[in-house]
């Protein structure tokens, strides 16, 4: 099964910014969207960002006017510019493919390593 790679991550002051990257083998118009999830310790994976095949875009109330979503479709890649970073961000944050079922984002294929972001107070 293809694997999607996330890269980017590190080590950030609050206030700093990281661009994230997802590597995405094969096409990401073959699906309905790409989604960046993140996973803090003790809490459960959450959907952070979605970017739906039209270029719709959607946050999480608690990354909206903070992350921004995009992709470049010649390099299958899709990308989470993030600002303002607050410790609360910190987590391991992952790509994933997205289709649309019954009025909500569904995932599919497996997750990836993932990449640690780590913000710093």
């Known amino acids: 099964q293809v694997q999607l790679v996330e890269s980017g991550g590190g080590l950030v002051q609050a206030g700093g910014s990281l661009r994230l990257s997802c590597a995405a083998p094969g096409s990401i ?3 309905d ?3 960046w999830y993140r996973q803090a310790p003790g809490k459960q994976r959450e959907l952070v960002a979605s970017i739906a095949i039209g270029g719709i875009t959607n946050y999480a109330d608690s990354v909206k006017g ?3 979503i995009s992709r470049n479709n ?3 890649t899709v990308y989470l510019q993030m600002s303002s970073l607050k410790p609360d961000d910190t987590a391991v944050y992952y790509c994933i493919r ?3 079922y019954s009025g909500s ?3 599919l294929g497996s997750w990836g390593r993932g990449t640690q972001v780590t913000v710093s107070s």
Do not use: D, E, I, Q
């Open 29 to 31: 118009f073959s699906v």
């Open 33 to 35: 969207g790409m989604g």
């Open 66 to 68: 903070r992350f921004t």
């Open 74 to 76: 010649a390099k299958n």
């Open 98 to 100: 997205l289709t649309y």
């Open 105 to 107: 984002w569904k995932t």
